[in-house]
């Protein structure tokens, strides 16, 4: 089974200031990595993904992630954040063999004015 | 295309009644979940359909929960009789593959 670690529970950032969510994962086979974000009242919307490939992945709305194999890490990122950036953030990782997601339990990022 | 649908968005009931909600998926996706997410948790997967067949439920807490999908297409989850620790949002996602997951906007449910 795999499992997800959301180091952060609440990450308190200025405006425009730079932003790292960090998110470990454990499993004994390859994943594929997800970051979602959720909005008050609303559903989970995917931010990026990580299948194969470059290990940088960049998503919506100025986000990215790097995939981290030997560190089992999978950190987003932003380099400056907008008032509308606040939400909780989930990352989730899949087996590439698997269909059942497991979340992280999630970040609240709050930037302030 | 039309994402994943969710009705009701909001329902209070008190401990011990039933309710049901209703998913409609992106259509020609096969396969279906639903999730629970708690106040201040991640979600944790109750079920998962593959058209009409139950793929997993070990999660679901069968003496109470029960879920459908009879044509393959819609689904509904309900709960009989609700308890307390029920009050969550109810997350129906639907998948083309692993990684094309889209989810709906949730049902909000208190138990009072």
């Known amino acids: 089974a795999q499992s997800v670690t959301q180091l952060d529970s609440q990450v308190p950032v200025f405006e425009e200031a730079p932003v790292e969510l960090r998110c470990n994962y454990s499993?004994?086979?390859?994943?594929?990595l997800f970051w979602y974000v959720q909005y008050p009242n609303q559903g989970l919307q995917l931010l990026l993904k990580y299948l194969s490939g470059s290990t940088l992945v960049k998503g919506i709305n100025g986000f990215e992630a790097e995939f981290n194999k030997s560190q089992t890490s999978f950190h987003l990122r932003k380099p400056s954040v907008h008032i509308s950036d606040t939400a909780e953030y989930f990352c989730a990782v899949i087996s590439n063999t698997g269909n059942q997601f497991y979340f992280g339990t999630g970040t609240s990022l709050t930037v302030i004015p | 295309e039309a994402g994943v649908a969710q009705s009701p968005r909001y329902k209070i009931i008190e401990k011990r009644q039933s309710v049901a909600f209703w998913c409609n998926p992106i259509?020609?996706?096969?396969?279906l979940y639903w999730y629970q997410q708690i106040l201040g948790q991640g979600p944790k997967l109750l079920i998962q359909?593959?058209?009409?067949?139950?793929?997993?439920d070990s999660q679901l807490p069968k003496d109470r929960f029960s879920a459908e999908r009879l044509k393959g297409v819609d689904s509904t989850l309900k709960i009989q009789p609700a308890k307390l620790e029920d009050s969550a949002v109810y997350l129906c996602?639907?998948?083309?593959?692993?990684?094309?997951?889209?989810f709906g906007s949730g049902t909000r449910l208190t138990v009072v």
């Open positions: 499993s004994s086979v390859s994943v594929y």
């Open positions: 259509s020609g996706h096969a396969t």
């Open positions: 996602a639907s998948s083309l593959g692993g990684d094309g997951y889209t």
């Open positions: 359909f593959q058209n009409n067949g139950v793929v997993d």
